[in-house]
């Protein structure tokens, strides 16, 4: 499983040089219920009418949860996740952020959060209307961490929420599955985290530094779009790869 | 020193008559190991397979036990009172070795009837008998160096080793060489510290350096240099080692050495029985499918992997113990284990990769000292055949090229301190120590030994948040403990070195019963073959056809973690694409290699095929000198390509290609793919390179520069999947992650998405992290073999000779056949994505 590597013009890597026969487009255009939105390659959705930025999964605090448990992993995932989610931020004119819920990995993340994450966070919140969508893991409202909160948002012929519906209506916006979609290419796999969308309906990938994967092939797919008619817009370094999903390779397991 | 002449002392009684009851004589250095416990002398004992080796590691052991005065242990034990506690520890990299020698050394006890205990402890041991060992310890256990490293972790560790007077290590050879060898080092390390008297014994097959192998066996003083004893035995008669030379065209490239077929099979019938020793398990499943076709006299040949069912692999060691087969086709899964006096070939299969691997190889077949044993390579291509050439020639000359003696690494030592914490506080100074008594970690500094502490403890990450969670903490008087007992059970879970590839039990149900997707119903059950590679099990689709397990599966559908298969009703498998050697050519015989091309006068002795395809590559490009890099350029189909041969093995070339690639991006001469096999690497791409160079505008010195090694290796790491590969094994080691984590994340699957996430986040956020150290530096020596093409690039500086040509030469020719076979351009997702992606276009618009 390959993590986003967050790649931006000056950013690039020494000796990163440009891979050849692939286009410099760091974004596609995905139309959800007659909506045109853009996919940008960090995993981030803006819909350009409204001037709105939507991430899902952020799953802030997943480290500090699991080092609770034993589990001593680097404790820069936030300001990880909200680096990146800093580094989109200043390439569009975003008025309104819309967190699809696992903003954060446990009710008690927020107040785990490091005194310069905080302010980090707050200093992104800066100027923008924040929504901070109810999840699974985070199913009420947090203290300190600015913004607004709550379950679900309409907006125009748009639905956001955090749990796809299975046969979702139309417009609907949701997260939670971290779609993963996985190819084969002379004899090796590539497995990237993807926008799952049939033009009808989009589940958003994770945006989280270590929020895991679930294969688009599995069951939990075929729950929300109602058949294997939908197509994965894997996350490339520069630009997305569309595959339609029956052409993307299954794992059996989660 | 030499022990041919050793003084012939006699073995005490009633070892005397038991020998002279069977006939023998004790050899030389029985008796000679047999001194040096007396005068309590740590020994290394170099001797081939079948001279007694094992036995007279036990012999000093068995001779104190007897002549013990108390009363008998075993009168002892079933009264339930302590004995005099455990005598002997006997460690071997094998559980299987050490129930077979168990097995062997209870024999002579029974039969002498001698007043001694022996026990074997590993995994499969019940937990009411190794509790039982703890209590009450047999005089000698045998184990393996997991099950050292979990008996040191317990409180009661002191008292258990308190009596221990030798550690007998089998297979010092293979141990050292891998991170168990470290671990085990430390477990050493500990012993001698509690039992201060303590000697031990090496036994090992013959290694390049045995000087610097007996220093693993003693405590090393700091600034000193401390060893045991060297024996060395004597190493019987010289083996009889041939090439084939086969009637068959010889192939210019593949492993399969399927064109020799007929003339292995007659081998095979000509001899009693015959070990075929192959590189890798896809070849071992094509070997002995391709044999059964041939089989018209139905010999008995059977199939030996490590993949393979536990239980049948034991099956077939029995029936090659009973000589009831004819041949066994395997890998290095027989490389070690008990002797099997009836092998009268060994024949090896493809690339021998080094001499010294060869020849412990070819002292499987005949384990009488007296006779020769008797051993035909088989190339499976021309280069191989020159690799074969070669090892026969160090063969003969007795030249060795085992690796140098390990440096320890941080992730193993990681392991330990914690394990140490389990087993009772310590002090950080004292443990700084021990551990540097430790051949392999006689190096370690005070800041680096600090780092591990600090990872062990809370992580050891700058930003200072974990204090609360931490696994272990000082106390007022400075000593470590753990802070939970619940961090010794995920200790214990967790011990060990080897991180298995994920791996996927395969089923044999009958065909049609799997459903139609992943999750599909399928009837559960079905025979157990034996297990696969995760990756590999991924890269199939329902339908797909494989060879595994001796037969042609249908794979039919995946379920949690097994895979169901039917048997296929085909003739053409989808064979396991050739994932390479485990083992890199030896940089011993690549040089060898080298200089052979370079010297036309020594070409007579080649076959005729290889003399022709040497000759024309001559005559139309050049073979290089020793010590040069030929650089050859050629246009080729609309493509340019350049072509090298450092002679360094796929890993290394892969490095070096990975690097090319992206010099030559920057010197904008497009490049598009590299593909690389054991003795070259070819790039191509659109720019015109020999144009470039002829211009000036790229100079090979620059491009070969050893510079390529700093940012642009540094830029590629932070991609590299290799390099996750390899953090996640030092994360696993470590204790970072789990094996088997309690709570959501048990599956697999999703410890490896987060260790590559892990990766990513630690890299950007604290470069020079404990972890991140401790994957370079395995790095360096393991997948990306950075250390042998940093050497390579060091040696061709300033001899590079480079020859434009206007089509393929010779010698490329290998490694141009394997484009299309090997996975091209090894990390260039992006670029993989966007051709598939171009390929469904192309289908959908056609």
């Not at chain 2, 690799?387 to 085992?402: P, Y």
Request: net charge neutral; proline share 6%.
């Amino acid at each position: 499983m390959t993590q986003l590597i967050e790649v931006s013009g000056p950013a690039m890597l020494a000796g990163d040089a440009p891979v050849p026969g692939v286009l410099e487009a760091r974004e596609s255009q995905i139309t959800v219920a007659g909506v045109t939105l853009v996919a940008d390659v960090a995993g981030a959705l803006y819909w350009p009418e409204e001037r709105l930025l939507v991430v899902s999964d952020l799953h802030l605090e997943k480290g500090s949860s699991l080092a609770a448990r034993g589990v001593l992993l680097p404790p820069y995932d936030t300001a990880s996740t909200l680096e990146r989610l800093a580094g989109i931020l200043s390439r569009y004119a975003v008025h309104v952020v819309i967190a699809l819920g696992d903003n954060f990995h446990d009710p008690g993340g927020p107040a785990r959060l490091a005194a310069a994450d905080r302010a980090k966070l707050f200093e992104l919140l800066r100027g923008r209307d924040w929504i901070w969508i109810a999840g699974n893991h985070d199913p009420d409202p947090a203290d300190r961490i600015g913004g607004v909160f709550a379950r679900s948002l309409a907006l125009g012929p748009l639905l956001f929420r955090h749990e796809p519906t299975p046969q979702a209506n139309p417009g609907e916006i949701a997260g939670h599955l971290h779609p993963v979609a996985r190819v084969r290419r002379r004899g090796r796999t590539l497995a990237r985290r993807c926008f799952v969308s049939d033009e009808t309906r989009l589940v958003m990938p994770a945006f989280g530094a270590y929020a895991g994967g679930l294969n688009i092939r599995h069951a939990a797919f075929i729950q929300v779009f109602g058949a294997l008619a939908f197509t994965a817009h894997l996350l490339g370094q520069r630009r997305l790869y569309a595959f339609a999903a029956a052409r993307c390779l299954t794992d059996g397991g989660l | 020193m030499s022990i041919a002449h050793q003084d012939t002392s006699t073995l005490p009684e009633p070892f005397g008559r038991w020998f002279a009851a069977r006939g023998w004589t004790p050899r030389p250095h029985q008796m000679a190991l047999l001194d040096k416990a007396g005068a309590g002398r740590s020994t290394l004992l170099i001797a081939p397979t079948g001279a007694g080796k094992t036995l007279a590691g036990f012999l000093p052991s068995l001779v104190e036990l007897t002549a013990r005065p108390s009363r008998s242990s075993l009168a002892r034990s079933r009264t339930g009172t302590s004995g005099s506690g455990l005598h002997t520890l006997y460690i071997s990299p094998l559980k299987a070795l050490a129930v077979d020698i168990a097995r062997n050394l209870e024999q002579p006890v029974a039969e002498m009837g001698l007043p001694i205990r022996v026990e074997t402890r590993t995994g499969d041991t019940p937990a009411s008998k190794r509790m039982r060992q703890r209590r009450y310890p047999p005089d000698i256990l045998l184990t393996t160096p997991e099950q050292v490293a979990l008996l040191l972790s317990t409180a009661d560790a002191p008292y258990l080793f308190a009596t221990l007077k030798r550690v007998v290590l089998d297979e010092l050879h293979a141990l050292v060489t891998s991170k168990r060898g470290d671990l085990l080092s430390l477990g050493l390390a500990r012993l001698h510290r509690i039992a201060p008297s303590l000697m031990t014994i090496g036994l090992s097959a013959t290694v390049a350096a045995p000087d610097e192998l007996a220093r693993y066996l003693v405590p090393q003083r700091a600034g000193g240099r401390a060893q045991a004893d060297v024996l060395i035995a004597d190493g019987g008669a010289a083996p009889a080692v041939t090439m084939l030379d086969t009637a068959e065209r010889l192939p210019w490239a593949g492993h399969t050495a399927r064109h020799a077929l007929g003339e292995m099979y007659d081998l095979i019938s000509r001899h009693r029985t015959t070990l075929m020793f192959v590189n890798t398990r896809s070849q071992a499943e094509m070997l002995f499918q391709e044999l059964w076709r041939i089989n018209d006299d139905g010999l008995a040949i059977a199939l030996h992997h490590g993949s393979l069912d536990a239980a049948q692999r034991r099956r077939v060691e029995a029936a090659m113990a009973a000589g009831r087969l004819r041949a066994v086709v395997c890998t290095s899964s027989l490389d070690l284990g008990i002797d099997w006096g009836d092998v009268d070939l060994v024949i090896n299969v493809g690339a021998p990769k080094g001499a010294s691997r060869l020849m412990q190889r070819i002292g499987r077949a005949n384990h009488r000292l007296d006779e020769p044993s008797r051993a035909v390579l088989i190339p499976a291509n021309r280069f191989e055949v020159l690799e074969c050439h070669a090892a026969i020639a160090a063969v003969a000359e007795g030249a060795q090229d085992t690796p140098p003696l390990r440096t320890g690494a941080f992730d193993v030592l990681a392991q330990h301190v914690l394990g140490c914490a389990c087993g009772g506080p310590f002090l950080p100074d004292q443990l700084f120590e021990e551990v540097r008594t430790a051949a392999p970690f006689v190096g370690l500094t005070w800041a680096d030994f600090d780092a591990v502490v600090d990872f062990v403890a809370t992580g050891g990450y700058a930003l200072k948040v974990y204090e609360r969670f931490a696994k272990i903490r000082p106390g007022k008087d400075g000593r470590y403990r753990i802070s939970h007992p619940r961090v010794a059970q995920q200790y214990r879970l967790n011990v060990g070195t080897i991180v298995e590839e994920t791996m996927i039990k395969v089923r044999l149900v009958r065909s049609g019963r799997g459903g139609h997707g992943p999750t599909g119903a399928i009837a559960r059950g079905g025979r157990l073959l034996g297990e696969l590679e995760e990756y590999f099990i991924e890269g199939l689709t329902p339908g797909d056809t494989f060879v595994f397990s001796g037969e042609i599966l249908r794979f039919e559908a995946l379920a949690e973690d097994e895979a169901y298969v039917s048997r296929a009703h085909s003739d053409d498998p989808k064979v396991p694409a050739y994932a390479g050697g485990k083992f890199p050519l030896s940089t011993y015989l690549a040089a060898r290699v080298r200089a052979l091309i370079s010297e036309p006068q020594a070409w007579p002795a080649l076959p005729a095929q290889v003399r022709e395809w040497l000759g024309i590559q001559h005559w139309r490009s050049r073979v290089p000198l020793p010590g040069q890099l030929l650089v050859e350029t050629f246009p080729r189909a609309d493509k340019n390509y350049l072509v090298c041969y450092p002679f360094e093995g796929r890993l290394a070339h892969q490095t070096l290609g990975m690097l090319l690639t992206r010099r030559l991006e920057r010197a904008r001469l497009r490049p598009l793919g590299f593909v690389a096999n054991e003795y070259a690497l070819a790039v191509w791409g659109l720019g015109d390179a020999a144009f470039a160079i002829r211009n000036g505008e790229l100079l090979l010195a620059r491009l070969f520069d050893e510079d390529m090694l700093g940012d642009d290796l540094e830029a590629w790491l932070a991609e590299s999947a290799l390099m996750k590969r390899t953090f996640r094994q030092c994360a696993i080691i470590a204790g970072l992650i789990e094996r088997r984590a309690p709570g959501e994340e048990k599956n697999k699957r999703q410890m490896t998405i987060s260790t590559d996430l892990v990766y990513d986040v630690l890299r950007r956020h604290q470069a020079d992290h404990i972890l991140l150290h401790a994957a370079r530096q395995e790095a360096a020596v393991g997948l990306l073999d950075i250390k042998r093409l940093g050497a390579m690039l060091g040696r061709i500086k300033g001899n590079i000779v480079h020859v434009a040509l206007d089509h393929v030469s010779p010698l490329a020719v290998p490694v141009m056949l394997e484009i299309g076979r090997e996975s091209v351009y090894g990390e260039a997702s992006e670029q993989l994505l966007a051709e598939a992606e171009a390929v469904l276009v192309n289908e959908a618009m056609r």
